[in-house]
């Protein structure tokens, strides 16, 4: 017989949690309900993405460990969404923080192009520029990529997320049409006059949305990360670059999360050829940066367009884009913290997570994926992004979060992932498998 969640159950356990929860945690409790000042009362409207009433608040964060302001300590799998893909303040990145004097003065500093060569032999692609968030690395690599190619669209996966990117708050309408993302904050424009959407791994939509002629780009991640994991079926990754070679549009990959797959994300591990790769997050070590990659190709035809203002303001770059201090960061975390060594360890580590939560959840019709470094659960079996947002289930989600928060283990807010960083610990991944397992036959009876 297939199993029937008992909702009942879910309700009580999960009612349960909240309280344990609430009375836990008094301080942060008190900071959440003082806060007048603040919109939504926190510092980002995000932060009441919260399985409880109110946020955690931070004290310290070392590794991967975070303590809360009530003096708690937590395993950190969530690592601030990939934003601390290296560990909490890793020590090389503190020295280099440390002894950069001038954070940002207009002027370029020399580790600037030991980053691009680090990038460049990770990335393939050859030739890099800074930004200080993945979002912005995606808005001005599609602003060049409309700039080349003359067209107005871009193309992206149902359920795809590429940051605030106004072309890609979208999702699939039936017939194919583009509609805005539910929630869409007051979008610019109808997104259906500037943007393609179509799901993961399916090529006849995709073929079928190129053949007009008019997506200056398609925007991916190689593997979805944002709607759970979803990875490619075979063959899918090669005819999309095949297929957009063909009409004539770039390929731009996002390798903000899939950077977990390896030091070169899924483009080196899967020996892509994307024309332009983004990246942002994780590689100053949690201090703000992003960066797009282009191929030499790519770089001659940007640096032939001689309408183009790439140096005042045409834009393209912000007054903090590619500042000393962005850039001290990301040398040290390349060079010394999210090494190939590094890479190797964390993704032992995440194998040895997904098998503990796959024993945990056998004979449910749920799943567990990993990328490299990262794993994820997910309450069905999905093969694109329209089916995986059909498995989603927030009270599933928010009672797994509770749980495992009340005894010690943070997940991601957004998502029931886990990504491992060089400090993680088999211990760690330990204690997950051994509360997820409980939690899971609490539910189950
Ligand atoms: N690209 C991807 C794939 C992401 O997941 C995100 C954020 N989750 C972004 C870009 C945007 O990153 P940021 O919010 O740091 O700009």
Redesign the pocket.
């Known amino acids: 017989m297939p199993y029937m969640l008992d909702r009942n159950r879910l309700h009580d356990l999960l009612e349960r949690e909240r309280q344990t929860y609430e009375t836990r945690l008094p301080r942060s409790r008190a900071a959440y309900d003082g806060a007048g000042s603040l919109l939504g009362r926190v510092p980002m409207t995000w932060m009441n993405k919260s399985a409880g009433r109110f946020p955690a608040y931070l004290d310290e964060a070392r590794g991967a460990r975070v303590r809360d302001i009530d003096g708690f300590e937590y395993v950190d799998f969530c690592l601030g969404?990939t934003g601390a893909m290296a560990g909490h303040s890793p020590e090389p990145v503190m020295r280099a923080v440390r002894d950069r004097l001038g954070f940002t003065a207009m002027l370029p500093s020399e580790d600037a192009e030991r980053v691009g060569a680090e990038l460049t032999r990770r990335f393939k692609v050859g030739l890099w520029s800074f930004s200080l968030?993945?979002?912005?690395a995606?808005r001005w690599a599609i602003r060049l990529a409309r700039q080349i190619t003359g067209r107005p669209k871009i193309l992206v996966f149902n359920f795809c997320?590429?940051?605030s990117v106004d072309e890609t708050v979208v999702t699939l309408g039936p017939g194919g049409v583009t509609l805005p993302r539910p929630g869409n904050v007051g979008p610019p424009v109808d997104p259906a006059l500037t943007t393609r959407v179509v799901e993961f791994n399916d090529l006849d939509a995709l073929d079928r949305a190129l053949s007009h002629g008019d997506v200056a780009c398609v925007l991916m991640?190689p593997a979805l990360?944002?709607i759970g994991i979803v990875l490619p079926d075979p063959g899918f990754l090669p005819a999309v670059r095949e297929l957009t070679r063909r009409h004539g549009t770039l390929l731009i990959n996002?390798e903000?999360?899939t950077f977990s797959a390896g030091p070169g994300g899924c483009t080196r591990a899967w020996d892509l050829e994307p024309d332009i790769v983004t990246i942002?997050?994780s590689i100053a070590g949690g201090v703000p940066i992003?960066a797009y990659g282009v191929t030499r190709e790519v770089a001659d035809r940007i640096l032939a367009e001689k309408d183009a203002d790439l140096v005042d303001v045409g834009g393209v770059g912000g007054t903090l884009a590619g500042n000393a201090l962005s850039i001290a960061a990301a040398r040290a975390t390349l060079e010394e913290v999210l090494t190939d060594d590094a890479f190797a360890y964390m993704t032992t580590l995440a194998a040895r997570f997904t098998d503990g939560v796959a024993k945990a959840i056998e004979g449910l019709p749920w799943s567990v994926t990993q990328l490299g470094a990262r794993t994820e659960y997910r309450f069905g079996v999905p093969r694109n992004g329209g089916e995986s947002a059909a498995a989603g289930d927030d009270e599933l989600d928010d009672y797994f979060h509770l749980y495992l928060h009340n005894r010690g283990v943070l997940m991601t807010p957004f998502h029931n992932m886990a990504l491992m960083c060089p400090s993680t610990t088999t211990e760690d991944v330990d204690l997950h498998t051994a509360l997820f397992t409980s939690a899971v036959r609490e539910l189950t009876g």
């Open positions: 969404d968030t993945a979002t912005d995606n997320y590429h940051g991640e990360t944002n996002d903000t999360h942002g997050k992003g």
